[in-house]
């Protein structure tokens, strides 16, 4: 019995260095409304980034303490970064129904746009980005951090690029989490207009470790479902959903999101990733290896080779962020394409639109 | 955090004994065509069954060598078995488009059928069976051995019924699978027709389970998929097929197997299952605890009461084949309804019918 990796066949590549001189790329924050606008910062600025502003509409207190906390400049006027020639990219984590009118407007100031997942809710609204992004030649890139800034996920697509289970078939991603204090949550997080449906919301890491691990353009939804099982004093949260989809190249993919993970449960969801080929499967346990001591990013391989663990924390390191600046500042695509970017998005408005709702 | 099981909440109910004195319950094996024949003999036998004659239409030499092994008589002729009153079932693993014909044939002559799965290949057959239920008052069982024959999913089944994880929302399961040596394979294996379809013969196992887990009475299919991806040199062989199903109740399924186990992976495929509720989830690892040496049956169960891994080989038993004994003397269905053995069947057949060939 093969037991865990000590870099035998499969080394992970090694970890990025900081890509920039400090001030040599600055950025701005320009929403928090989600907490993940820390991952998005951290990435940036550990991949060399310089964090010039933060501003945030709705709690003025929050934005003032980030930016002690990271020696930047608070401001209540969303124009002084806009007007500000120094800042390259504007990285926000907005209600998702504002995330694509904030980002038009930030392309239309000449900056490039971070913005959390998902990256917006309707097909209108993506007819705004694309016709923003041919208009301004600027970027409209995405924190699909479930892939971007989990080793396990980054080290599974390095073993599929070498080959190691030949070609992919089909995937199952789960994306399981916890709503955690109900008071705690915004009110967005309830109102289904604004958050735009579980699959639009959550699914949407799915849907982006899909097309790039199959390597597709596109990809048709065969069927989704949605639903409130546990959940009647919240109408409108969709506590479940899934989606059924084949993609351009008849790699299939099966991605599942809810918010039933327990209160205690050590890690916010035990998502998982199941990666079929026709020469051996691949295995991620994301954030945790139930009942053991492994850890998070364990990544299991079965191939001709045998069967390997692998737990890559600190070994992959998070190569997306400085391929960000680097692109912004060369005109380059080499982080994630912007069709990639936004075909997700795309996918996941149409899997939320076509899901049935079942419960 | 939590360890093996030690037996503490939720102790696996007591192994079944034999429930009837020998010779007091007879039966015969009518086509071994299907290696299942074995595990449903040894079910049978184990729970207190006789084993009268054995036959097999295609390999005469195959059914003598079982019937000197087991002290059972060898027969060349199907009608002995059919006319000797004292068998009571006639257990068989046909090839898979004979099933329905076969156990016709036996319910017929005033015979219980025990078939391996899948029970049959169309709508047709499906009918022709129900008929026959109804005019000859005689049962039509199927070894989903996935389930009746794997422990650990036998204690899932006891879990949910405990009430472990609240309502069940949704499953998934999956039930990867090795060719082996492809010359070993027998005709029918490749032929369509004959074996139905792969969502048709071994996605009958996860059909079973989900019906079995969320008690439902029906189901709908929502979408599902089938490919040939990596064995061109055998056109009518599908290597892969997935689905996705709705209960009458609300709970959702995803199914999915394939013929992609590497040939030199330890069991015969990592067969999983994935059970969500709304107060905790289970997985199933059905035959391999990958890179570990726990061994098959293991059970990991994470609910408020934290998490628990139970490793359950030896501990339950399988209860069904006494079960089954009983109901045939009884007139009971305390082992499986009829109702549900001929539902996944239906579905089985209903979703392979949907299947969109996708590679």
Known sequence: MASASDGMNYAPQGKPEPVVEPGEFCFAVAAMDHG????????LTEAGATLKYVFDKADPDKARKMAEERGAQH???????????????????????????????????????????TPLVSL??????WDAVKRTGKKYMVYYSERLHVESAGYAGQLIEQGAIGRVVHMEITGPH???????????????????????????????????????????VSSAHVGNYGNPGYPELQDFGDYHLVGDNGTTM????????????????????????????????KYIDVTTDNGGNQVFLSNADGQQRFSVSGQVGYPYFGRLIRDCLDGTETAMTQEHALKTAELCVKAQAAAVKVA
């Open 254 to 285: 099966y991605g599942r999101v809810d918010w039933f993970t327990p209160h205690n449960f050590p890690v916010f969801g035990d998502g998982r990733a199941f990666i079929i080929g026709t020469e051996g499967f691949i295995e991620i346990r």
């Open 36 to 43: 993940h606008i820390f991952g998005q910062t951290n990435g």
């Open 178 to 220: 916890r709503v955690g204090d109900y008071d705690k949550r915004p009110d967005w997080f309830y109102k289904l207009d604004q958050y735009g449906g579980i699959i639009c919301d959550i699914g949407s890491h799915q849907i982006d470790q899909f097309l790039y691990y199959a390597g597709c353009k596109d990809a048709t």
């Open 124 to 129: 209108d609204q993506l007819s705004n980005v």
């Open 75 to 117: 401001v209540t006027d969303l124009d002084v970064i806009l007007n500000d020639d120094e800042v390259q990219l504007v990285a926000a984590a907005a209600i998702p129904n504002e995330r694509a009118p904030l980002g038009v407007a930030c392309m239309n100031a000449g900056k490039h746009y971070f913005t959390d997942k």
